[in-house]
């Protein structure tokens, strides 16, 4: 009996394969998002001038 991917199975792997890098993607900018606004409120807390932070919007 020969194996063979279907069309189903293709779908399915790549559904699969998708899911997972979105979760992984969507963690790591969470994660680096928190992390630079960590560092953002703790130079705000110490007053400090060398941040540059970005300019507002018009």
Do not use: C, Q
Not at 12 to 38: N, P
């Amino acid at each position: 009996m020969e194996k063979s991917f279907t069309l189903l199975h293709t779908v399915l792997t790549a559904g699969a394969f998708s899911a997972v890098s979105f979760w992984y993607g969507f963690m790591f900018g969470r994660e680096s998002a928190r992390k630079e606004l960590g560092d953002l409120i703790e130079d705000l807390r110490r007053g400090n001038p060398d941040s540059n932070p970005p300019p507002p919007h018009s």
